[in-house]
């Protein structure tokens, strides 16, 4: 069964460093992945999402991430991050059917000044 | 246009007693689907709705139910409740394929259980 795996639980970089957060698919087959993010007290709200054509995805709020099927990755990364920035991250891949979600464990961004 | 919308949006319950939480998704959007977000185990996929038949369903005893309308609003049941089903709840809405539609999710109805 396809899975992700998101290696930190948190991560802390100063505000404007670069934000990289990991994400590790497990599958032979080039999958669909998604990155989501979660702020305090709300749902969660899409960022970016893999599906097929260029491997660099470009989504909100200035992140994106690069498909790597040799490495199975799906990192995701800013080059500057904000105090808004401030969230939990969740790598996600469609499973059963290809109609829910199989999320991450999540990584706990924190900026700091 | 409007969000997905969940009410309440805060629930205390005791144990032993039974809760149903409402959903709301965006206007067209056929697909419901709810999820349980804990601590402990993450998120976890509940159910998927899609024009009023289940279409999905994930790893959860029977005491978890849900339905949808004719206007595909979806309600989720849990009957005798238990202290682990303190969490939020996260219905999601979206269009007909997960793949080239955003799936929105709700804020989430935060339930407790004591």
């Known amino acids: 069964a396809q899975s992700v795996t998101q290696l930190g639980s948190h991560v802390s970089v100063s505000e404007g460093a670069l934000v990289l957060l990991r994400c590790n698919y497990s599958?032979?087959?080039?999958?669909?992945l998604f990155w989501y993010v979660q702020y305090p007290n709300q749902g969660l709200q899409l960022l970016l999402k893999?599906?097929?054509?260029?491997?660099l995805v470009k989504g909100i709020n200035g992140f994106e991430a690069e498909f790597k099927k040799s490495e199975t990755s799906f990192h995701l990364t800013k080059p500057s991050a904000h105090m808004s920035d401030a969230a939990e991250y969740f790598c996600?891949?469609?499973?059963?059917?290809?109609?829910?979600?199989?999320f991450g464990t999540g990584t706990q961004l924190k900026v700091e000044l | 246009k409007a969000g997905v919308t969940q009410t309440p949006r805060y629930l205390i319950k005791t144990r032993g007693q039974q809760v149903t939480l409402s959903c709301s998704p965006i206007?067209?959007?056929?697909?419901v689907s709810w999820y349980q977000q804990t601590p402990g185990q993450g998120l976890q996929f509940l159910f998927e709705?899609?024009?009023?038949?289940?279409?999905n369903k994930g790893n959860f005893p029977g005491r978890f139910s849900g339905r949808q309308f004719s206007n595909s609003r979806s309600e989720m049941n849990v009957s005798t409740l238990e202290l682990g089903d303190s969490a939020l709840y996260l219905c999601?809405?979206?269009?007909?394929?997960?793949?080239?539609?955003?799936?929105?999710f709700g804020p989430g109805t935060r339930l407790t259980v004591l």
């Open positions: 206007s067209g959007h056929r697909s």
């Open positions: 599958s032979s087959v080039p999958p669909y």
């Open positions: 996600a891949v469609p499973t059963g059917g290809g109609n829910k979600l199989t």
């Open positions: 999601a809405s979206r269009g007909d394929s997960l793949i080239t539609d955003t799936q929105y």
């Open positions: 893999y599906t097929t054509g260029a491997t």
């Open positions: 709705y899609f024009s009023e038949t289940q279409r």
